[in-house]
């Protein structure tokens, strides 16, 4: 997506989640005059292409306020519209009553409560992107520290490739539901990879392309296959009200699909210009729309088909052959050939959260080792690959478990990165950009130690153990209230880090 552009034309089309995969893009600004590896010509030369044919150039250090001139703020919208209207949504929300026995209408409770309070935190962190120039994980250096924060990197880098899992199982699903047994989840699997993987080899015109009206096709099919199996979606079981643990289990979930969000938030609003009156205020705004229109809409959606398909034969049939894949193929059914085209459609709408997933992916490798900055983006795209589809055909055999597994443990990592940011935002530095000074990011002996993050984080779980609950551990406090960890993790480690900074600012004046 395109959030950059309308900035200086010599330095086009920096943060793309589209941009071209195997460019190498540098994070120096030596003189070319004085620098021994680039003549003066040849830097011309690459800069030229680089203007050309709008390349990133720089990695993952601060941007200064002179290249931070994009004022298309409606862009924070369509990016996230884009890597949101899709149906991985769908499958989120089929789990409220196929997985945890929730009725139609408690789902929903839970999906409009749950989204609208944790799209909060992505769409404030957005905002930061342009104050600061910095991207996520590079802001999160000034409270983990330059060598500590490498742990929510990792984190981080394995959040983001467990959401590809995620697609590719989903995707490979679907491919497999409309070719009659003809091809196989497996087969599924590796070509939705293998598509995935040639988007972030194109060149920068195409993904750009593609970014920005990918939600367009996706909310089309979404439509067409609700009206073609609407008439279903009202054979609805009667279900008992839900016991505490139901609900705050799903509600667990609900968190784990959009907190981790707010971990990239601000390396798709890094170029903005946070100058022009209201710049905050609408990049805030058009973030929190674009991430909470089409996920509650479309969790909306499968939380009505997931209470239907006990009642519907066909649908009932699809969700056992291949869950999610079969259901939409089911309701598309009586469209025949078209139908059939709207699946693999609906498949492929997967691939505009990959485009965006892979971005952050190789800006959180050259996060964590700096000198990555130099591998063309494409290696880090083939590496991602070649290590979730293995993963993901294994995790296909047990999907919904599996992923209940992967985004709970996603949600209690990430709810604490997000309380200590935020707290070492709000509290120690004020809420004041300024700062975050652009000469110390990479400086340990200017950052923090990290020790304070570090020491709240790990503190943290001594709760959050005890109010996990999950297939393979339920605690003591979880068996009564069902699984509150999130929502711990976010309030412990912030009352933790509070006492543990002010420790760390008084003994080491950092």
């Known amino acids: 997506m395109d959030v950059e552009a309308g900035r200086d034309p010599t330095i086009q089309g920096t943060i793309q989640d589209g941009e071209t995969a195997c460019e190498k893009p540098t994070c120096t600004h030596e003189d070319p005059s004085t620098s021994p590896r680039s003549p003066s010509t040849f830097s011309s030369l690459l800069r030229k292409a680089l203007a050309l044919g709008r390349v990133e150039e720089r990695g993952v250090e601060p941007l200064s306020l002179d290249h931070r001139t994009s004022t298309r703020y409606i862009n924070c919208f369509t990016i996230w519209c884009s890597m949101n209207a899709n149906i991985l949504p769908i499958t989120f929300g089929l789990m409220g009553p196929k997985y945890y026995g929730l009725g139609f209408r408690d789902s929903v409770l839970i999906i409009v409560f749950l989204i609208l309070l944790t799209t909060l935190a992505p769409a404030f962190l957005s905002t930061l992107g342009p104050k600061t120039g910095m991207r996520q994980m590079i802001q999160a250096r000034f409270s983990f520290g330059r060598y500590i924060v490498s742990i929510p990197v990792v984190l981080n880098l394995a959040t983001l490739t467990g959401f590809c899992i995620i697609i590719f199982v989903v995707g490979g699903q679907c491919l497999s539901a409309v070719s009659d047994g003809a091809l196989s989840p497996t087969l599924g699997i590796v070509l939705i990879a293998v598509f995935a993987l040639s988007i972030s080899f194109c060149g920068f015109k195409i993904l750009h392309f593609y970014e920005s009206y990918a939600f367009i096709p996706a909310v089309i099919a979404i439509v067409i296959a609700t009206g073609t199996g609407g008439a279903h979606l009202h054979d609805r079981p009667q279900v008992p009200p839900p016991s505490a643990p139901q609900v705050l289990n799903y509600a667990m979930v609900m968190a784990s699909y959009m907190i981790p969000w707010a971990c990239i938030a601000s390396d798709l609003t890094t170029y903005f210009d946070p100058r022009p009156r209201y710049a905050s205020l609408r990049v805030f705004t058009f973030s929190y729309l674009g991430l909470i229109l089409p996920t509650i809409l ?148 200017r950052l923090p130690t990290g020790l304070a993050a570090l020491g709240a984080a790990v503190l943290s779980f001594g709760l959050i153990v005890p109010c996990m609950s999950q297939a393979w551990f339920v605690g003591p406090i979880a068996k009564t209230t069902g699984d509150i960890g999130f929502e711990v993790a976010f309030i412990l480690s912030a009352l933790l880090y509070l006492p543990l900074r002010w420790v760390e600012k008084r003994v080491l004046n950092r």
């Open 298 to 445: 479309l969790m909306t959606l499968g939380a009505a088909i997931g209470s239907a398909i006990p009642n519907v034969p066909a649908w009932n049939q699809g969700y056992d052959d291949t869950l999610v894949g079969g259901v939409l193929a089911a309701m598309l059914a009586p469209a025949g050939g078209f139908g059939k085209f709207v699946v693999v459609l609906l498949a492929f709408t997967l691939l505009g959260n990959v485009a965006g997933t892979m971005y952050a992916i190789s800006l959180n490798f050259q996060t964590m080792v700096p000198w990555l900055v130099r591998v063309p983006r494409c290696v880090f795209a083939v590496v991602i690959t070649g290590i979730t589809i293995p993963i993901a055909i294994r995790a296909a055999d047990d999907f919904f478990l599996n992923l209940e597994n992967f985004v709970a443990l996603i949600s209690y990592w990430s709810a604490e990165f997000v309380a200590i940011v935020l707290v070492e935002h709000l509290v120690f530095r004020r809420g004041d950009a300024k700062a975050y000074a652009h000469d110390a990011w990479n400086d340990a002996r």
